[in-house]
């Protein structure tokens, strides 16, 4: 079965394991740029890494870095496979759509509401902004 979802800023098909956060993160300070790794200590998934994961948002922590730190994921190969929001972050969204400014590949971001996030957790998915999601065989 595909979900489908709403498109938030346009990128290609991409595959990875669901990594649906419980909390909602802030990029700047929760994010480590240079690993990947969710870095801040008091955050639920503190040690996962998110690069190359279809990464669930239940939302974010405002911070106007978060772009920032989201196209310093992207140009170092660390980024999501895709991102799943249940609200739009336009500051999140910004450094995707940088990153496509600049040339660089940079996943898709979809919005999903959040009661469904949990039913992807742990699984191998297949994200096309398209389509939507679904669990791969």
């Known amino acids: 079965m595909t ?13 990875g394991e669901a990594l649906v956060l419980t909390a909602p993160i802030s990029f700047w300070g929760g994010v480590d740029p240079k ?65 496509r400014e600049m040339g660089w590949p940079a996943p898709a971001a979809l919005k999903l509401d959040r009661a469904i996030h949990a039913a992807f957790s742990g699984k191998r998915l297949e994200v096309s902004p398209q389509t939507g999601i679904r669990a791969a065989a």
């Open 3 to 15: 979900v489908p979802c709403e498109i938030l800023v346009e990128g290609p098909a991409a595959a």
């Open 35 to 99: 690993t990947g790794r969710i870095a801040d200590p008091k955050h639920p998934q503190h040690g996962e890494n998110i690069a190359g994961r279809v990464l669930f948002l239940p939302g974010t922590i405002g911070s106007s870095s978060a772009s920032a730190v989201l196209l310093e994921l992207v140009r170092a190969g660390l980024a999501p496979a895709a991102i799943v929001m249940h609200e739009p972050d336009a500051i999140l969204l910004l450094g995707l759509i940088v990153a």
